[in-house]
């Protein structure tokens, strides 16, 4: 009788783990197909090309300082000269600082611009892993293999969110 319910306690995660359907979704290919996505890229590289002309403003002056300053150091005071040498220095500093400035405010832009868009897609997963019974829904982009039993519900995310689904889109890891 102990064997028999041994047995059977062994056997139920394995009937459990059976029952449970996995699916797998490539959120790349869904939100590279989305218009908003494109738009909010968009935003993003017109931000950049602002930022880079500021850049390359400051780097322009940078330039031409320190070409005045070659040109004419052997002639200025050493007073002058460090002082010329600081303020060369400062406005390579503020180069740098606004630089990183820029990228993280690029950065905070993309995030503020994907977020919306990312909760909208992962409500659209959920919609469809719940309307499927699925138990898991994996990342297909990360994942080492996928098998034959695995349901692919990116086409139907896609689908969800108004994106007609391609017949190219398949690139699920280790298929």
Excluded: W
Aim: aromatic residues 2%.
């Amino acid at each position: 009788m102990r064997k028999i319910l041994m047995a059977l306690l062994l056997a139920l995660p394995l009937t459990v783990l059976a029952q449970q359907k996995i699916a797998v979704v490539n959120t790349q290919v869904i939100m590279t197909s989305l218009p908003e996505v494109k738009a909010a890229e968009d935003k993003i590289q017109e931000l950049a090309k602002k930022y880079n002309v500021e850049i390359q403003s400051m780097q322009d002056a940078y330039k031409a300082k320190v070409e005045a300053f070659v040109k004419e150091r052997e002639q200025l005071l050493e007073a002058i000269r460090a002082s010329r040498q600081q303020e060369i220095q400062g406005l390579e500093e503020r180069i740098q600082a606004s630089y990183q400035a820029m990228q993280e405010q690029l950065q905070k832009e993309q995030q503020k611009l994907l977020a919306p868009i990312q909760t909208k897609v992962a409500a659209a997963i959920k919609k469809i892993a719940d309307a499927d019974a699925c138990t898991y829904v994996l990342e297909a982009g990360v994942m080492l293999h996928v098998g034959k039993d695995a349901v692919d519900i990116t086409d139907k995310v896609k689908a969800d969110l108004g994106v007609k689904p391609t017949a190219a889109a398949k690139p699920a890891a280790g298929r």
